[in-house]
C-alpha cells in the first residue's frame, strides 16, 4: 500500500509548485524551512525601518491531520483541477479504513477512522498543503487582515505544513476577521486552533495596544522569543544570534563531553559527528542569515578535534585530518567551509523569477531598481576595472 501511495505522491508532487503559494514551503519540492525564516527575518527588519506597528502569531493547529475532513479533501482535489482518475486512486486508500489500541499485550476491537489523512502515508502532507490553501487563500485576500507592506504587496503568512506564522498589522481589526476566517473554514475541513497553545510576539506595537490584545486574546504572550521551525525569532534581528546559536553550542559540547566517556575509534567519533552534531548546527547556519564571528566556528572546531583524539596530543595535522578520505584525510568536518557554503546557496535563489520565492522578492523590493542577480555580476566588473 506504501509504494502505491508514494506512485501517487511523485505524480502530485509535480505539480504542487504550480498549485500552491510560495508562502508554503512545507514538502514542496524546491522550497523549504530556510525560505520562511529568511522572509520573516527580512520582514521584522523592515517592520522596524518603516516604523509599522506589528506582531508575530504562530497558530497551533490541534491535531491538524488528524481532524481533516474526507468531503471537503475530495471536493479540494476536484477544485484545484486533479482528474477524476487520481481522486479515485486517492480515495482508494481511504475506503473504510479501521484501527485498534494495544494496551498491555491485548488488542481493542477494530473501530473506524471517520477523518484525518493516514499517518505515515507519503501522500498525507500533500494532501493536507491542498486542504490548508484555501484557508491561506482567503487569508491573502480579507482585506481587513493586515500584513506587512513590501512595495505593492502585503505579506501576512508563512507556512510549513500546519504551521502558521503570520506577520499582522493593525491587531485590533486583523485579529478579529482572522478569527472569522478560521472559524468558517474549521466549519468546513474539520481544521481547529488551539488558541491556548498559539504564541504572539510583539515586534512594536504601542504598550497601550497590547494591553488590550492581551485581555482580548488568550494567546501564549511570549515575552522575547517565540519558537518557529526550530528557530527562535525575536522582535529584533539583532538578538537572534544570542538566542540561538549560545545554547545549541552549550547542547553540543556537553554531547561531546557525555561522548567523551566511551571508548570509541577515530572514525567512530567523526561519524558522530557527522550525523548528529553536524546537522544541528548545519540547519542554524542555512535558517538564520545572520553574521557569525569566525571566533565561535574555530572554538567548536577544536572541540570537535579534541572529542575526535579524546583529549589527547594529536597524531594528524588538523589539515589532514579535514581532508577528503581519498586525499588521504579522515573528512573531518571543517565548519567554516560549512557555513560559508550555505550562505553561498542563497546566491542560487538570487536569480528566481518573480513570485517564485518570496524573501528574494521582499529583497528585491528592499533594493530596487537594483536587482539581486545583478549583486556579483556587478562586484566581478568592478574588481576587474580594478585590475
Known amino acids: 500500500m506504501k509504494i502505491y501511495a508514494k506512485v501517487l505522491a511523485k505524480r502530485l508532487n509535480r505539480h504542487l509548485p504550480f498549485l500552491v503559494h510560495p508562502d508554503q514551503v512545507g514538502f514542496i519540492p524546491s522550497r523549504g524551512a530556510p525560505d520562511n525564516i529568511r522572509r520573516t527575518v527580512n520582514l521584522l527588519s523592515i517592520a522596524h525601518a518603516s516604523k509599522q506597528p506589528s506582531l508575530l502569531l504562530s497558530l497551533d493547529a490541534e491535531k491538524a491531520f488528524d481532524r481533516v475532513d474526507w468531503t471537503y479533501l475530495w471536493e479540494v482535489l476536484r477544485r484545484f483541477g486533479v482528474g477524476d482518475g487520481m481522486i479515485g486512486g486517492i480515495r482508494a486508500l481511504y475506503t473504510s479504513p479501521t484501527a485498534s489500541v494495544t494496551t498491555m499485550g491485548g488488542r481493542s476491537r477494530p473501530f473506524d477512522i471517520p477523518n484525518g489523512t493516514r499517518q505515515g502515508c507519503p501522500l498525507s502532507p500533500l494532501l493536507f498543503a491542498l486542504c490548508l490553501e484555501p484557508l491561506a487563500e482567503q487569508i491573502r485576500r480579507h482585506p481587513d487582515i493586515s500584513g506587512i507592506a513590501v512595495g505593492d504587496k502585503n505579506y501576512k503568512l508563512s507556512l ?16 478579529p476577521n482572522l478569527y472569522s476566517c478560521l472559524s468558517s473554514f474549521g466549519a468546513l475541513s474539520g481544521y481547529k486552533i488551539n488558541i491556548a497553545k498559539s504564541e504572539a510576539l510583539n515586534i512594536s506595537l504601542p504598550q497601550e495596544v497590547v494591553t488590550l490584545l492581551r485581555d482580548s486574546f488568550t494567546f501564549r504572550w511570549c515575552p522575547h522569543r517565540l519558537h518557529y521551525l526550530g528557530i527562535y525569532l525575536t522582535a529584533h534581528i539583532s538578538q537572534l544570534y544570542t538566542s540561538n546559536y549560545p545554547d545549541m553550542i552549550k547542547h553540543i559540547k556537553s554531547l561531546l563531553r557525555q561522548w567523551s566517556s566511551y571508548s570509541i575509534s577515530w ?20 535558517t538564520l542569515p545572520v553574521p557569525l564571528p569566525l571566533m565561535i566556528l574555530h572554538d567548536l572546531q577544536s572541540a570537535f578535534y579534541r572529542y575526535v583524539w579524546q583529549g589527547k596530543k594529536p597524531r594528524v595535522s588538523r589539515l589532514i585530518l579535514r581532508r577528503p578520505k581519498l586525499h588521504g584525510g579522515l573528512a573531518v568536518p571543517d565548519l567554516a567551509l560549512y557555513y560559508k557554503s550555505a550562505q553561498l546557496t542563497q546566491l542560487l535563489k538570487w536569480s528566481s523569477k518573480r513570485g517564485k520565492v518570496c524573501w528574494v522578492d521582499i529583497e528585491n523590493d528592499c533594493i530596487a531598481p537594483s536587482c539581486l542577480s545583478q549583486v556579483p555580476w556587478r562586484q566581478i566588473s568592478s574588481t576587474e576595472r580594478d585590475c
Do not use: N, V
Not at 160 to 171: E, G, Y
Not at 267 to 286: D, S, V, W
Open 160 to 175: 510549513f505544513a500546519d504551521d502558521i506564522l503570520l506577520t499582522i498589522t493593525r491587531p485590533l481589526i486583523s485579529l
Open 267 to 286: 572514525m567512530g567519533c567523526i561519524y558522530a559527528l557527522k550525523m548528529t552534531a553536524l546537522p544541528k548546527l548545519l540547519y542554524l547556519f542555512r
